[in-house]
């Protein structure tokens, strides 16, 4: 009877194991187009076709190699899919860029991240890049009014989609307009670049103070004097402002502006006067 109790106490532990490390184990991760994401683990993949099964299920499901993004595998290796969906299969994009197509909203504007590049050593600034973006889209909104019958896409969307396809203001550049429009789903894009280099001018003033003294017994006169000098230097940015407008994957409008004066903050006058200028805003 003891050896009867013990043996199903065992066994009990056995299967309790068995559950623990079959509900630990680490799954194949899907990434679809659309954003889907399925657990799963892969049994099979050929260059059309990857087949799975989900977790507790035997049965196999085969997805068309079209529809994925990436698979990040349980080992930890990932494998993006660079093949263009149905119906693009034309497009023009960069090597291992995914392209995937939004909700087309008509007589909306997107504003790109805007590259803040110093051209002296090629680096690029991500926070600068967010502000002019920033900057931008509220001149946008604030003018509202001027540009209908656009809307302008939220700035989150934008930048929430370029995140999806892998874009930045790294790489903004090398994405053709037209594959921007289907990834933002936008028929009309404003793109703005900063470049800039930088100089500075030193100055220094010395002040001096002090005060004579006349001795009595020889009539020499007797000084204390105290000098100061103050080095002051001054930053001076020399800006280029590019301007570009499309609408349905056609450049509009394209300007190239350099601010009048060279103060830090002069680039921002540029944009404003650009966008004024463009041909989407009307005087109301």
């Known amino acids: 009877?003891?050896?009867?109790?013990?043996?199903?106490?065992?066994?009990?532990?056995?299967?309790?194991?068995?559950?623990?490390?079959?509900?630990?184990?680490?799954?194949?991760?899907?990434?679809?187009?659309?954003?889907?994401?399925?657990?799963?683990?892969?049994?099979?993949?050929?260059?059309?076709?990857?087949?799975?099964?989900?977790?507790?299920e035997t049965l196999q499901i085969s997805l068309d190699v079209s529809q994925i993004a990436r698979i990040d595998f349980s080992s930890g290796r990932s494998q993006t899919f660079d093949v263009a969906p149905a119906g693009n299969a034309?497009?023009?994009?960069?090597?291992?860029?995914?392209?995937?197509?939004?909700?087309?909203?008509?007589?909306?504007?997107?504003?790109?991240?805007?590259?803040?590049v110093n051209s002296d050593n090629l680096q690029s600034s991500e926070d600068m890049s967010k502000f002019a973006q920033n900057d931008l889209y509220n001149k946008l909104l604030d003018k509202?009014?001027?540009?209908?019958?656009?809307?302008?896409?939220?700035?989150?969307?934008?930048?929430?989609?370029?995140?999806?396809?892998?874009?930045?203001?790294?790489?903004?550049?090398?994405?053709p307009i037209q594959d921007l429009e289907r990834i933002l789903g936008v028929d009309n894009i404003v793109a703005a670049k900063v470049s800039f280099t930088m100089s500075s001018s030193s100055t220094a003033t010395t002040y001096n103070s002090g005060n004579a003294k006349i001795s009595d017994n020889d009539k020499k006169i007797k000084t204390n004097d105290i000098s100061t000098t103050t080095a002051n230097t001054q930053m001076y940015y020399y800006y280029t402002v590019y301007f570009d407008m499309y609408k349905n994957g056609t450049k509009i409008y394209s300007q190239t502006r350099k601010p009048f004066l060279n103060l830090k903050d002069s680039w921002i006058d540029s944009v404003s006067y650009l966008l004024k200028r463009s041909p989407i805003y009307v005087k109301r």
């Open 1 to 56: 009877m003891k050896i009867t109790k013990i043996f199903t106490i065992i066994m009990f532990l056995f299967s309790v194991a068995g559950f623990a490390q079959g509900g630990s184990k680490k799954l194949d991760k899907i990434i679809k187009r659309d954003y889907q994401i399925i657990e799963c683990t892969i049994s099979k993949m050929s260059d059309k076709t990857v087949e799975y099964s989900l977790p507790g």
């Open 90 to 116: 034309g497009n023009s994009s960069s090597p291992g860029q995914v392209i995937t197509n939004a909700e087309m909203k008509t007589n909306t504007i997107a504003v790109l991240p805007v590259p803040y």
């Open 144 to 175: 509202s009014a001027n540009i209908l019958p656009l809307t302008v896409q939220d700035l989150r969307t934008t930048n929430s989609l370029l995140h999806k396809a892998g874009i930045d203001h790294n790489n903004i550049d090398d994405t």
